[in-house]
């Protein structure tokens, strides 16, 4: 295995499917505008409004489907956010870096965790107010009872497997290759859901048989990563920025999740919070989706800058960061992909990862809409006349 093998070239960008259609018409240029400061959206005429202005009001709003754009101080201004080792994460750094959450009146801490369990513990716990969470082990402990909601997105597709290159001639081979090989990955995650919707597909079993694949399970990614270093393990499931970590390293890429047919506009990470807390603290949530939706805009118009926030959190080289961001292997946006994530629910419910369950309660796109609206009515453009345009079709 050659380490200092470095990534010389980067597969074509390719479109990314039905939901993320559109969301990722960027460009290199850096002529990014100044967002406007929250603090300019202010509810102190609120109480000088006549009934007939607020008739009208209601009117406008039932005519346009926009809600009230109005909102007020986060009810709680310092807040944590957790994330793990990924550049799927990177809407927190953006917003970090560029000054976005300190516009929207927030103090945040950043935490990085290792898995999706740790997350929602930190959540219950009262440690953290937002974690970014798989979207697979979310409908999971949603299932099982935790009082969890998604209320925005993070990153949809983004992962895929990687083999030892003495298994596989060339990258992109598909889930053929792994017959007969043990293979590293993490239950209760996207990953892992994906690979047997391919396998089940494909009509491989699993098992440890020649014309089967064996599944080993570890805690994490980077448990199940550092697993290929061992000769019992012949592949590993990858999210980015482990893909192109491992193509450096000399493994084979056995497929991209992004180009695969049945994985198409496969949410990955959402933004997720304790149900009581985005009811009790709405304004909060409200002005740190406002940061996320900025940071999303700076990322569609300043490749250099993005790559060099998400270079202060995920400490890779970054040709590797721009290749994972920007590689047509992911698409990053804040918005919650609701129909995205039903149909991924029905689809781990039919695989037995769960039980059905009403994700009614649990699912917040309002919050995400208040937070739009409210900097469209600030001043659109075309990257958030798109998030608008998106979220209206797959809300």
């Known amino acids: 295995m050659n380490n200092k093998l470095k990534i010389v070239s980067v597969l074509a960008v390719l479109s990314l499917f039905t939901g993320c259609a559109g969301l990722n018409s960027s460009s290199s240029s850096k002529n990014s505008e100044s967002a406007t400061n929250s603090s300019a959206v202010s509810e102190s005429n609120s109480g000088n409004s006549t009934t007939a202005e607020n008739a009208s009001n209601k009117s406008s709003e039932a005519a346009t489907g926009k809600s009230d754009t109005k909102i007020g101080s986060p009810e709680k201004s310092s807040i944590s956010i957790g994330y793990l080792n990924s550049t799927a994460h990177l809407l927190a750094f953006v917003a970090e ?3 976005y959450f300190e516009e929207e009146g927030l103090d ?3 935490v990085q965790f290792s898995s999706a369990s740790e997350l929602v513990n930190g959540l219950e716990s009262d440690k953290l107010d937002v974690a970014f969470i798989g979207s697979v082990p979310t409908l999971t402990f949603q299932s099982q009872g935790h009082d969890i909601s998604i209320f925005g997105g993070a990153m949809s597709n983004g992962h895929g497997y990687v083999i030892k290159s003495e298994y596989a001639e060339k990258d992109e081979q598909g889930v053929e290759v792994l017959k007969g090989r043990n293979v590293a990955s993490v239950k209760n995650s996207v990953q892992d859901a994906e690979l047997q919707i391919l396998l089940k597909n494909a009509g491989i079993k699993i098992g440890e048989g020649d014309d089967e694949v064996n599944i080993v399970y570890f805690d994490s990614q980077k448990d199940a990563y550092s697993a290929l270093l061992n000769d019992s393990i012949d592949a590993a499931s990858v999210y980015s920025p ?3 970590l491992a193509k450096s390293q000399g493994y084979k890429v056995v497929y991209y999740c ?7 506009n496969q949410p990955c990470c959402r ?3 304790k149900t009581s807390a985005l009811k009790d603290n709405p304004n909060t949530y409200t002005a740190v989706e406002r940061a996320f939706i900025k940071a999303y805009r700076f990322t569609q118009t300043d490749h250099e800058g993005t790559v060099k926030d998400v270079k202060k959190y ?3 080289d970054e040709d590797f960061i721009d290749t994972e961001v920007y590689g047509g292997y992911s698409v990053s946006s804040p918005d919650p992909d609701k129909k995205g994530t039903l149909t991924l629910k029905d689809t781990i419910v ?3 990862y769960t039980s059905d369950y009403d994700i009614e ?3 917040n796109t309002a919050i995400y809409k208040k937070a739009l609206d409210s900097i469209l009515a600030e001043g659109s453009d075309d990257i958030y006349k798109s998030l608008e345009d998106h979220f209206n079709k797959f809300e």
């Open 314 to 316: 995920i400490d890779i």
């Open 271 to 273: 933004q997720v919070a």
């Open 97 to 99: 870096e560029e000054g």
């Open 350 to 352: 039919e695989l037995g």
């Open 108 to 110: 945040v801490n950043l």
């Open 361 to 363: 309660p649990h699912y």
């Open 258 to 264: 992004a180009h695969e047919k049945a994985l198409e």
């Open 242 to 244: 482990y893909a192109s």
